[in-house]
């Protein structure tokens, strides 16, 4: 009796250890989808062209994702992103941004004001500062400090409509303006090594002061080389809530691919938010070392734009939870 309870325990040792190194046998040969870069909105096609340019020849993702994004920023007509972004309630365009390498640095502004790429001094507080995030005047003497130039970052036309926005003062988030909004991009490289970038004007004629989501690691974006990458978009008070972009990435450590966990994460919100969340709009983007990719929102109207070896730089739009 005892003998065979042995052998039966040895036995299922064996085709236990059997099944485990089965499985790091499949994990280690699955096709790795590299490089890859994804972003938010339509305008992540431009942005992912500019970032495929450094991926494309081996170059490292971090350098993609500030090159990329840098795009949108310095693009008058994106009312969003940098220059030319609406203003706050005030008429101040304050920009927020974040960047996250494959060694879990990283480096933020917020309510940063007169620099074209808030991604580039974020890259720079994560470089040569003992800090994460600098915000408001503390951030511009830094960015002055290190080069950048002061500009007038408010545009005739965005300056148009926040006077036509004054004449109601509505405070109103509205879901899915004009079809962009942050951009939060997040790549891949050849080497195997991800990072992530955000940058944003944040909500339109918000009040003075107010930082949302973009430029705060976990919130806007998060990465963790062993396991992926995620960013978000949208009201970024609802993101903050719930940790957003780590939520998608530690949802992804339990074994989710990418899409289920950015699906996860938005379900958070509604189950925290049961009323709320038909009204506002949040995004999830995901990407996992596979270069998997995830992509989910509460609302419909939530594009992305993908760049690989399959996908040459295409919008897609993603599902939505309503
Ligand atoms: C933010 N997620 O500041 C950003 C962008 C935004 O409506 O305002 N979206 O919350």
Known sequence: MKTSRRKFLQSSTILASLASVQRLFANNTKPVNKPIVISTWNF?????????????????????????????????????????????????????????????????????????????????????????????????????????????????????????????SEYKPIVNIENHDTI????????????????????????????????????????????GAATSTGLGEEVIRICGSHLVVELMRQGNLPQQACELAVKRIVKNQPGKSKEIQVGFLAVNKNGEIGAYALQKGFTYAVCSNDVPNKIFEAKSFY
């Open 44 to 168: 992540g096609v431009g942005a992912n062209a500019e970032a495929w340019k450094i991926l494309s020849k081996g170059g490292r993702a971090l350098d993609a994702v500030e090159a990329g994004v840098q795009v949108p920023e310095g693009d008058p007509k994106e009312t969003s992103v940098g220059l030319g972004g609406l203003p706050d309630r005030d008429g101040r365009v304050t920009l927020d941004a974040c960047i996250m390498d494959e060694f879990s640095n990283c480096g933020a502004v917020a309510c940063l004001e007169h620099i074209v790429h808030p991604i580039s001094v974020a890259r720079k507080v994560m470089e040569k500062t003992p800090h994460v995030l600098l915000v408001g005047d503390g951030a511009l003497q830094f960015a002055l400090a290190n080069g950048f130039k002061k500009e007038n970052l408010l545009t005739a036309e965005s300056e148009k409509k926040w006077k036509e926005w004054l004449r109601k």
């Open 184 to 227: 939060g991009m997040i790549a891949l490289g050849t080497d195997q090594n991800l990072a992530g970038a955000c940058t944003t004007s944040g909500m339109a004629y918000k009040m003075r002061g107010r930082v949302g989501d973009s430029p705060i690691i976990g919130a806007g974006l998060f990465v963790d080389n062993e396991i």
